[in-house]
C-alpha cells in the first residue's frame, strides 16, 4: 500500500497560490495520484487526478516530478470557500485496491 | 450526484446491539467501500467490494462485516456495536474514467453508540 504524508496544516489569505505536497515514497507503478477535497459534514470530492508530470483543470493544478514520490496540488488565488481539507489518495483507482487516504492538510483561508 | 444514497443518516444505538448502516447506489458501478471518520484521523477504510459477493479487508475491519448479494447495495454491519465505533461512516464507489476512475462518496452516516 502507497502511504501518504501530508502537512497537517496551512494558513493562506485570499488571494494567494498555495501549494500542497504530498510525499508517496512506495507509489506502484499502476497508481495514480488523487487529490479530494472536504468541507465540514460532507463526503469527499474528487478535485483533480494524474500519473506523471503536470496536470491541470479549471480549479487545480496537480505537479508530479519523474521520479513520482512526490505531487504538488496547486490552488491558484484561493478563496474563503476553499478553506477545507484536503487529501491526496495514491492508488489504482477502478480496480480492486485498497484506496487508504491519508490524515489530510487542513487549509484555512483568511482575509 | 453519482447516485450514491446512505441509510440510516444518523442512528443512535446503545452497546452491544447490531447495527447495519446501508449504502445503495443507483448505476451498478462494480467498485464500493466503506470509510470511518474520525477527528484527527481522516478516513479510514473498513472494508471494499470489487463484485457482487466479492469483498475484503481495509486497514480498520475488526468488528465489521460487510456483504453485497447485489450490485448496487453494500452493507455494513456492527456484529455488536461498541462505544469505540461511535463515528461518520460514508461509503463511495469508484467510477471509471479512461484508465483509472473517481471516488464519489455518500453523505454519510452518523453513528453514535451509547
Known amino acids: ?111 | 450526484d453519482a447516485g450514491i444514497t446512505q441509510s440510516p443518516r444518523h442512528k443512535v444505538t446503545e452497546t452491544g446491539t447490531p447495527v447495519t448502516l446501508r449504502c445503495h447506489q443507483t448505476e451498478n458501478h462494480r467498485y464500493m467501500y466503506w470509510y470511518r471518520q474520525d477527528p484527527g484521523h481522516g478516513l479510514r477504510l473498513i472494508h471494499y467490494s470489487y463484485g457482487v459477493k466479492d469483498t475484503d479487508k481495509g486497514e480498520v475491519s475488526d468488528g465489521y462485516s460487510v456483504s453485497r448479494s447485489k450490485t448496487e447495495d453494500f452493507l455494513l454491519t456492527l456484529e455488536s456495536a461498541t462505544s469505540s465505533q461511535t463515528s461518520v461512516y460514508f461509503c463511495a464507489i469508484s467510477i471509471p474514467t479512461g484508465t483509472t476512475g473517481e471516488l464519489f462518496f455518500g453523505e454519510g452516516s452518523r453513528l453514535t453508540v451509547l
Open chain 1, 1 to 111: 500500500l502507497a502511504k501518504t504524508t501530508q502537512p497537517i496544516s496551512m494558513d493562506s489569505y485570499e488571494g494567494q497560490e498555495v501549494n500542497i505536497t504530498c510525499s508517496h515514497n512506495n507509489i506502484a507503478t499502476n497508481d495514480y495520484i488523487t487529490w479530494y477535497q472536504q468541507f465540514p459534514s460532507q463526503g469527499p470530492r474528487f478535485i483533480i487526478q494524474g500519473y506523471k508530470t503536470k496536470v491541470t483543470n479549471e480549479v487545480a493544478s496537480l505537479f508530479i516530478p519523474a521520479d513520482r514520490k512526490s505531487s504538488t496540488l496547486s490552488l491558484p488565488r484561493v478563496s474563503l470557500s476553499d478553506t477545507a481539507v484536503y487529501y491526496c489518495l495514491v492508488g489504482g483507482t477502478g480496480t480492486a485496491s485498497k484506496l487508504t487516504f491519508g490524515t489530510g492538510t487542513r487549509l484555512q483561508v483568511t482575509l
